[in-house]
């Protein structure tokens, strides 16, 4: 199975910005879905951002106009670019890949099926 491994988490003050990555052991984000999730302490976990299987990018929106999802196929990588960070982006986030994923929104948690072991994000006001 593919291994994903994110980096890129950190505190940040409200306001900062932090970028993460997403990096695949192997060559597999052709035709296939990757999304970012975030679980903040005491909630259920929550898709952020994610690029479907045609490519069509989504995102929740608490995060329209301040985070973007981006892959570079080259180097096997998926990133998110976090700006203007508020408290409330406080979370574990995780990048995840599906085979098959439904369009639209929400992203469905139970259809990623490979997922990495999380980053930390914290952000202070």
């Known amino acids: 199975q593919v291994q994903?491994?994110?980096?890129?988490?950190?505190?940040?003050q409200a306001g900062g910005s932090l970028r993460l990555s997403c990096a695949a052991s192997e060559y597999t984000y052709t035709r296939r879905c990757m999304a970012w999730f975030r679980q903040?302490?005491?909630?259920?976990?929550?898709?952020?951002?994610?690029?479907?299987?045609?490519?069509h990018i989504r995102y929740e929106d608490s995060v329209k106009g301040r985070f973007t999802i981006s892959q570079d196929n080259a180097k096997n990588t998926l990133a998110l670019q976090m700006n203007s960070l508020k408290p409330e982006d406080t979370a574990m986030y995780y990048c995840a890949t599906a085979d098959r994923c439904t369009t639209g929104w929400p992203l469905f948690e139970y259809e990623y099926n490979n997922w990495g072991q999380g980053t930390q994000v914290t952000v202070s006001s």
């Open 4 to 12: 994903l491994v994110e980096s890129g988490g950190g505190s940040e």
């Open 40 to 55: 903040a302490p005491g909630k259920e976990r929550e898709g952020v951002a994610g690029i479907d299987d045609y490519g």
